[in-house]
């Protein structure tokens, strides 16, 4: 594992369905049920997503951690967001274009190549990137590509999300808040 201190910590967080996991499981070839038992996966109940249950969670793991924000792609965010502003989370749309997708997408690469991004060995998160296509702009710029990509990159493209806020901060404050302490991604 070496020095943790000079790497970002990633504290990845996935829910499914409970009552899909086996249907889910068989469609995208993966083991949910294991990674459930093995708990790098959260079950919510019933066959839908519970999205009550993750605002819970959300809410938890903020009073256990010293979440400063939460950066959500706005395509998705429904009740959720008005939910966890109304407990006191401070929430930040984060875009998923090439603009502000551009810069933590190539970040991402170079902590991963340098070996500076720790995630445990994550098996959720270790899919995720397995299935990571990248797609470039005339510009050069480059993302994480849902379209192209063969399965699953959600927790890919969360740590984009907590490193393009990171990087904002960074060059707005001078230095990063996960400077002195790690990135949780949910």
Not at 62 to 75: K, M, N, P, Q, V
Not at 150 to 156: A, L, Y
Request: glycine letters at 8%.
């Amino acid at each position: 594992m070496g020095d943790l201190a000079e790497k970002w910590i990633a504290l990845p967080r996935f829910w499914v369905p409970e009552d899909d996991i086996l249907r889910r499981g068989k469609r995208d070839r993966v083991p949910y049920d294991t990674w459930r038992d093995q708990g790098f996966l959260d079950a919510t109940p019933g066959n839908a997503t519970d999205f009550a249950f993750i605002e819970a969670e959300i809410i938890r793991l903020a009073g256990r951690h010293d979440l400063r924000e939460l950066s959500y792609d706005r395509t998705f965010a429904g009740e959720i967001v008005q939910h966890l502003q109304d407990e006191g989370i401070n929430l930040v749309q984060f875009g998923q274009g090439f603009l502000s997708m551009a810069a933590p997408t190539a970040e991402l690469e170079r902590l991963s190549v340098s070996r500076l991004l720790w995630h445990g060995g994550h098996p959720v998160l270790r899919w995720n990137a397995s299935n990571v296509a990248v797609r470039h702009d005339p510009a050069g710029n480059i993302k994480p590509d849902k379209e192209r990509s063969s399965e699953r990159i959600d927790g890919i493209v969360a740590i984009c999300n907590a490193l393009g806020r990171a990087l904002l901060r960074d060059v707005n404050a001078g230095r990063s808040v996960y400077d002195s302490r790690s990135i949780l991604v949910l």
